[in-house]
């Protein structure tokens, strides 16, 4: 291995996401899939992955930001798009000129897309968002009637959807979860009573996955776009993402002898070292020192010492891998080997930050399964 030989690499397998986005239109019950790819889709990379889930089927797809809708308008992407989080001096004009739909979370907000609408010389596509209990972005229940009746009366405006986002969904059995839906019921018989006619929609992955009663005319998958399930039961999700890296130097060392920074391990018996030149500039989290592993040879085998900025040591025992044998930090298996989520469970967090995590300069981004 020599001319592909990957230093630091996130592979992203498109089949796979493909698979996963066909997955969530057919437990969908006939609503519409917006493929959320905010944060340059979870670290996965917008553009691809956007052209793949509209392959797959995915007919919206919803960004935070609205350059992030932007870009993907740019970069040829013709589904309908939904940006919602932007700052107060945002511009709203070049989303209405490049038809992403907005979200107005106040009658502010509402009456400054309705300015830009203005300027751009064409009505905004607005989805009014109804905070149900999230209490993050969102228009309180007690300003939704001013809200409404705002969006109602303003021509500038096409109110195309009320909206709102769950917060419990991956605990199907939560209590907010029903509470949070009864709210976001009320809000839609209010908007419907001042005159619109919205679509709705509500459902994460998570949702998509346990609630077929919360589906309405839209869902909005993320996490499990990219294969990794949010609920507690076994779904048909293949994780897109594998990060890997391969040997760069291997050593035999004297029992007695310590490795890496601090000296933290030491080696019990003549064993053979492995080199790796990824550490954590490029997303090899620190404090998984003395308690990861690798896939290698077909096995996992545990990374000894500290783990640095730009390498880390796997202890092989008595077999002895070759330079440039593939080195596996996390992906999608075989079986046993080591996953985004066991990374996430040992650090305390989500997988959806490991992922999110891996967009790094010195990481390249390979992907398999483009369509021409
Ligand atoms: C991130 C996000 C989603 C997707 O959530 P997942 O849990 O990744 O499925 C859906 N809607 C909104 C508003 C979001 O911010």
Redesign the pocket.
């Known amino acids: 291995m020599t001319a592909g030989f990957p230093r630091a690499e996130v592979l992203i397998d498109l089949h796979a996401l493909r698979h996963n986005v066909t997955l969530l239109a057919e437990r969908a019950s006939g609503a519409e899939v917006m493929a959320?790819v905010?944060a340059d889709a979870?670290g996965h990379g917008a553009l691809p992955v956007a052209r793949a889930a509209v392959e797959a089927g995915a007919t919206w797809l919803?960004t935070?930001s609205l350059r992030e809708a932007l870009d993907l308008r740019e970069g040829g992407i013709t589904a309908r798009l939904l940006s919602?989080l932007d700052l107060p001096t945002a511009d709203f004009a070049p989303g209405v000129e490049a038809d992403v739909d907005l979200t107005a979370s106040s009658a502010g907000e509402l009456a400054r897309i309705a300015e830009a609408a203005g300027r751009a010389g064409k009505r905004a596509r607005v989805h009014l968002k109804i905070d149900t209990g999230l209490s993050r972005n969102g228009c309180p229940p007690a300003e939704w009637p001013e809200l409404v009746e705002a969006a109602a009366a303003e021509p500038r405006v096409e109110v195309v959807a009320v909206w709102s986002?769950l917060a419990c969904?991956?605990e199907p059995d939560h209590p907010s979860v029903d509470a949070q839906a009864k709210r976001f019921s009320e809000a839609y018989d209010i908007a419907r009573a001042a005159g619109l006619e919205p679509i709705r929609h509500l459902a994460?992955?998570?949702a998509v996955l346990t609630r077929p009663d919360l589906h309405f005319d839209l869902v909005?998958?993320?996490?499990?776009v990219y294969g990794l399930n949010?609920v507690p039961r076994p779904e048909d999700l293949r994780p897109v993402m594998t990060f890997r890296s391969a040997v760069a130097l291997t050593k035999r060392l004297p029992a007695g002898e310590s490795v890496s920074y601090g000296h933290t391990w030491t080696a019990e018996r003549d064993t053979t070292l492995a080199l790796v030149p990824v550490g954590y500039a490029d997303g090899v989290p620190r404090s998984l020192s003395g308690r990861m592993d690798v896939w290698l040879g077909g096995r996992r085998r545990p990374v000894a010492g500290r783990v640095c900025m730009d390498q880390l040591v796997v202890d092989c025992g008595d077999e002895a891998p070759a330079v440039g044998d593939e080195v596996v930090l996390f992906g999608p298996g075989p079986a046993g080997a080591p996953t985004a989520r066991e990374w996430a469970d040992k650090l305390g967090t989500i997988d959806?930050e490991i992922v999110t995590s891996m967009y790094r300069p010195r990481v390249r981004r390979r992907y398999r399964g483009e369509t021409a």
């Open positions: 959320v905010k979870y919803g935070c919602w986002h969904a991956d994460n992955s998570a909005r998958p993320g996490i499990a949010p959806y």
